[in-house]
Each structure stands twice: as C-alpha cells, then as structure tokens.
C-alpha cells in the first residue's frame, strides 16, 4: 500500500510505469501476508517489484514502450518475472523504458519520457533524464515506488540508468538469465538484470532471477551461487585493473576524481590495483552499433501486422505491412532497422556486420587476457552524470557516444555492475563499473559492496 500511494502520488510527474497493477498487487500483497504468517516464505515474499515493461506478464499488457505492442497482452510468463513470482515477489507495475530498449535517456518511449527524481543543486526546474533504455525502472526504485525492478541490458541499459539514478544495476553474464518471454532487442546481447538501491538487494533478486532455462538457447546450464554471501567477503589480495583505454579524451574532471576515489576504497579494502589495457576498447561503440542494430532489424521483422500487435489494414499484403509499421515505430527504432538491413544487405555485409563480428572477438579476447591477471575491471559507468532533457537529442551520435563505457562488457558477454559511488559537484550522483569474468557475478558483486 505504500508502495501503491508513493506510485499514485509521483508517478504522475516521473512516468516511470506504463501500467499500475494495483489491484493485482494487492491481491499478492494478501496472500504473501499469509505465507509471512506461516513458516519458510520464501525469499521475495511481499517485496514490490517494478517490471520493465519489456518482460512478458501473463494477462498484464507488455508494450515495449512501443505504438506497435500498445495493446499487447501476452498469453504467458517470462522465465526471469515467473521466477521472481515463485519466490513471492509482488509486481506493483510495468516500468517505461526507451521503445524496444533502444536508447540511452528514456526519451523514445511512445508512452512519453521518464523524468529522473535526482535535480541539479539549486535548479529545481530542469528536469534531467533517468538514462536508458530501464529508465522507468531506475527512476522508480531511486524514488521509492518499488524496492526493485528488473531491467535488460543489451549495451548499458541496467548500468547507465542505475548510474545517473544513484542506485545499483547488475548486467549478469550473458546466458545466466533466461531470455525466454523478454521481447527481444539484440538477442546475442540482450540480458535481464536487478536494479536495487543496495548491491545487497540486486545479489537477492539476482538469486531469483537467474538460472538455467531450456526455452533459451543461450542460457547456460552452470549452478547459480549464493549471491548474497559475497556482499561484503573480503577482498584481501583481489587484483583489480584499470583499463588504460577507459582514460578517454574529455572525460569531465569529476568523473575521473570519482574513479580515483573507487580506486583508493578498493585499495584500502586491500585490493591489489594493476594497470591493464583493453586496446580493441575504441572499436567498442563503432561495432556495437553496427551488430546491436543488425539483429534488431531482424527481430523486429516479426511485426508484420498480421501475428500480433497493431495491424493497420491496407489494400493489399505489402500495404499493410508499410502501413502497420509505419504507425507502429517510433523514429529511432525507424533508424536502426534502416541501419540493421543496411549492414546485412548483399554487398554490404562483408564489409560491415561480417568485420563487426570479427572485431567483437577481438574484444572479447581483450577481456580474457585482462582477466588472466587481474579478477575484475573497475571503470566509470558513464562519462557524465544524468543530463538535461532536451541535451544531446538532436544528434543521435552524440547520444550513441554516451555508452562508451557499457557497450565493451555487453559486446564480450562479461557480467558488470553500476554501483553509486558518491556525487558530483553538480549534486548528482555518480555511478562506478565494476567488470568481471564469465559466470562470476560473486566477485562483482563482492567489489561492489566494498564500493557502495
Ligand atoms: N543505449 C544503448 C542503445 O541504445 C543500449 C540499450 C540497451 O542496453 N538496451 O542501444
């Protein structure tokens, strides 16, 4: 109930949830009282969760943020929200983010932009971004209208979004979390992730969330350790490395002092500080936004107005097609499908989405090496703190730029946290990226704590 009064007095100016579930949720909220009343409630009972609406909910309306799934009520649960929902958890909502999750600032959504709850010192009234895409759900755990959320990260988009909130966001490994029931972005990156006010609630919800699901493919069959235990293990003897490359030209000043000050934590938790390179880092967006587009056109070919979501008739087959599409994107998912079948066009392919894989391995092989000598990274998440709605919008480069430091982990499958890491001069709060190798969220999650 204080979750459902927090959502109905601010939600009318942060937009963070598309849909309320009230009802529903307080029907679970009933039951999880009675499970409470009994013995062994399992882990989740009670606790309000958003939903980032890009998870089907059986008989919630699931939009993707998109015109085209507007009126789209799935028939079934996704893996990672039926987990959550087996360990008791109570969805108060559907969260907004950037339509499909293409974007950094939750300002595509055809349910409108997302407003962050942080502001400036003494500017009360310009109103700042969230990050994105999980914008809705960042903004809704930083102002308390849910206790957690779950976000999906294809090249930053649990991190950059729990940076410019001041929460922490765990992107796992990729394979760790189910895809199965997540409507689909770039599905060689896409992962589902917590979102949580303390590094301690994402290694709970984490716990739920992950785990091996024959309905994906590329979910990975290894056990899922006890999360929780690694918040706050010592980190005596940890290597940590700080990668030459993340120094890039312009960084603002207060972002280089809050990796500084993460740097000297980490070194009085009794870390071990290394210097590493990455040198393929550079190549990291160039390739990110050729493969990230490249698989979104293609997944997104299935909304043809004819299986489901929004049909616009039209004379013929081909019209209806044009027509349904045309109503049914927004412009930014228009340019990446426009840069998807670009790249993947005869004559073109070899010369783009080919050399991107190539590139991507590269990267990837980057990471193994780093990691044969230190046992994780630590970087900003973002090279700025939120900015103003507005700022950055009529250059879709400029906004591409922004995930500069999020995109080399999701390109190599690594897991990597954003973790709050004081303010800036301006007020705002900082986020710090802690990186580690395939299928070790623990030792993330243990630097983490240390960090937070
Ligand atoms: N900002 C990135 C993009 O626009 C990442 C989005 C995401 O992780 N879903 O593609």
Redesign the pocket.
Known sequence: QAHLAAIEALNGRLNAFITITAERALDAARRADAVLAGQDAPALTGIPLGIKDLFCTDGVRTTAASRMLEDFVPPYESTVTANLLRDGAVFVGKTNL?EF????ANITSAFGAVENPWKRTGEPDTVLVPG???GGSAAAVAAGLAMGATG???????R?PAAYCGIAGIKPTYGRCSRWGTIA??SS??QAGPMARTVEDCAILLQSMAGFDVRDSTSVDVPVPEYRAACGRSLKGMKVGIPAEYRVAGMPAEIEAAWEQGIAWLRDAGCEIVNVSLPHTKYGLAT??IV?PAECSSNLARYDGVRFGRRVPGESLDALYEATRREGFGPEVRRRILMGTYVLSAGYYDAYYLRAQKVRHLIRRDFEEAFRMVDVLLTPTAPSPAFAQGEKMDDPVQ??L??VF??PA?MAGVPAMSVPAGLSGSGLPLGLQVIGRSFDEETVIAAGSAIE
Do not use: E, K, R
Not at 101 to 104: K, V
Not at 152 to 158: A, F, V
């Open positions: 950037d999750a293409m974007g950094s994105g895409s999980s999906t990260d294809t090249g930053g988009s649990i950059q972005f770039a990156l896409d990110y936004y990230a906004m591409y922004n995930d999020t995109v999701s």
